[in-house]
């Protein structure tokens, strides 16, 4: 069963700094992993999405990798904002079935 | 183009109640999946459905059901609701079931039980 884990579970910065969240799984048969954000009480929106032949995805200033050989990816910040305030959360999407399995997120919090 | 369109926002039902929870998908997107996320459990995937047919099905009880109409919109049903059915209930629609498309989801319905 994949089980997707994101460190850390909160992290606060002042505005200006670049950061790095972590997610980890536990099967490399992936077919690709996308990263999310949440504003409070709202839906999903799609920040990145790597497929598995891929090694890094950028958008602005978001700069995401994966290494599926060792069950990793990062989602590098640069210049952090206070409107990058928000949970981030990755998921996985099997090479088998169509469901996506998600990390319990990373709450960011950047301090103006 | 208009997003993923999630009917209602917000609802407050009473244990035993039944409730049904309505998504509009992406125009032309035939694939759409629904999702539970509490605080204690995460984003949990209840079922998926393509072509008004259920794709794949995520370990819920049988008092979670949904289905797909022809113009690819999707309701699910939630019977004698309990306590832990509160929840924000999400839906994701996208091109095609099973392939390595990017998901889109909606803003969720936030269901209440009490």
């Known amino acids: 069963k994949q089980e997707v884990t994101q460190i850390p579970a909160a992290l606060s910065v002042p505005e200006g700094e670049n950061l790095v969240l972590n997610c980890s799984f536990t099967d490399s048969a992936i077919y690709n992993l996308q990263w999310f954000r949440q504003d409070p009480g709202k839906g999903l929106t799609s920040l990145l999405l790597?497929?598995?032949?891929?090694r890094e995805q950028t958008s602005g200033r978001l700069n995401a990798s994966l290494d599926k050989s060792s069950g990793r990816s990062t989602l590098y910040i640069a210049a952090s904002q206070p409107g990058d305030s928000a949970t981030y959360l990755c998921a996985v999407k099997e090479t088998s079935g169509s469901r996506l399995t998600f990390g319990e997120g990373t709450q960011l919090t950047v301090n103006p | 183009k208009a997003g993923v369109t999630q009917t209602p926002r917000y609802l407050i039902k009473t244990r035993g109640q039944q409730v049904t929870l309505s998504c509009s998908p992406i125009?032309?997107?035939?694939?759409v999946s629904w999702y539970q996320q509490t605080p204690g459990q995460g984003l949990q995937f209840l079922f998926e459905y393509f072509s008004e047919t259920q794709r794949n099905k995520g370990n819920f009880p049988g008092r979670f059901s949904g289905r797909q109409f022809s113009n690819s919109r999707s309701e699910m049903n939630v019977s004698t609701l309990e306590l832990g059915d509160s929840a924000l209930y999400l839906c994701?629609?996208?091109?095609?079931?099973?392939?390595?498309?990017?998901?889109?989801f909606g803003s969720g319905t936030r269901l209440t039980v009490v």
């Open positions: 790597i497929q598995s032949s891929q």
């Open positions: 994701a629609s996208s091109l095609e079931a099973g392939v390595g498309l990017r998901y889109t």
């Open positions: 125009s032309g997107h035939r694939s």
